[in-house]
């Protein structure tokens, strides 16, 4: 049976508590924690009302829901790239309030970003792009171009590419490639940032069902094999089922449903865009 649950109420990694009562403190600390999450843009209807959650380190979660249910500005609040109208966000147990820019990129520099426009740059063969990933500890001259990076950079950069299959096309322009191998160098720049978390907004939605289907499949295990954290959002609900320990469900930017993935199945998750 679907565990639902009020807006009030939702499960922190399994534990029932209520949206006022989240847990202070882990051990050790959550890598993402997040009380009392509002965002409302305008005079519109609030997207974001008071969401509360936590993500232990090494956990892969799946954020669902409806168009307009609040997946992608939950995420967006959650690594302050737009700033939430109130609550408390820690990463890696550090408050995101109050952080001037400069800690601010620090700690983001911790988590590996994947979204469902790939962002490379075409010009540049897959190798540079991802480079790239080592941008926010490297000098901008030496992870630009593969031509002028150090060996053991370039190295690295050859074994992201290694690590996703592609390491045979490191030297081809990114606009040859096909929608799928794109995906995979944008996962191949995000593991050269060395990340502890990943975050990934609609990774596989502009891929064909094979290719998306292939792309899940590497990244979610690649993000197992490493111990790393992952946080994605899907509207393919078996993705979210077969590739994250734990799936969150929004409707109207509420939690309603917070349950391990093996607890739940997609056609009871289908009922939540009903």
């Known amino acids: 049976m679907l565990n639902t649950f009020s807006p009030a109420v939702t ?25 009392g999450l509002t965002k409302r843009f305008e005079a519109a209807t609030p997207v974001l ?12 979660v799946a954020l669902i ?32 309030a109050g952080l001037d820019a ?9 988590v590996g970003f994947v979204f469902q426009k790939h962002n490379l740059v075409p010009r540049l063969s897959a190798l540079s792009n991802v480079l790239h990933g080592a941008l926010p500890r490297t000098p901008l001259a030496q ?13 690295e950069a050859l074994h992201c590419l290694e690590r996703v299959g592609l390491s045979h096309i490191a030297l081809r322009r990114a606009d040859k490639l096909s929608g ?17 978390l990943i975050v990934a907004d609609e990774p596989a939605a502009s891929l064909d069902p094979v290719a998306g289907d292939e792309v899940m499949a590497l990244f979610s295990g690649l993000v197992k094999d490493e111990g790393l954290t992952m946080v994605f959002t899907s509207h393919d609900l078996t ?13 109207r930017g509420e939690i309603v449903l917070d349950a391990m993935s093996h607890e739940v199945n997609v056609a009871e998750l ?5």
């Not at 799928?180 to 502890?196: C, D, Y």
């Not at 979210?240 to 409707?251: G, K």
Request: hydrophobic share 40%; net charge positive.
């Open 270 to 274: 289908r009922s939540l865009y009903a």
């Open 180 to 196: 799928g191998q794109s995906q995979r160098v944008a996962v191949a720049r995000a593991l050269m940032q060395r990340p502890r």
């Open 65 to 96: 829901g409806a168009n307009g249910a609040g997946k992608s500005t939950l995420l967006r609040c959650c690594m302050h790239l737009i700033p939430p109208d109130s609550g408390e966000v820690r990463l890696f147990g550090t408050p995101l």
């Open 49 to 60: 009302k008071g969401v509360a959650f936590q993500v232990k380190a090494g956990q892969r």
């Open 143 to 155: 992870a630009w171009f593969q031509g002028l990076a150090p060996a053991p950079l370039r190295h």
């Open 239 to 251: 993705h979210a089922v077969r590739y994250a320990d734990r799936v969150i469900a929004l409707q």
């Open 11 to 35: 499960l922190e990694g399994g534990i029932p508590v209520s949206g006022s009562e989240v847990l202070e403190t882990t051990t050790p600390p959550a890598d993402l924690w997040v009380r």
């Open 102 to 110: 400069a800690a601010l990129r620090r700690l983001r520099s911790q």
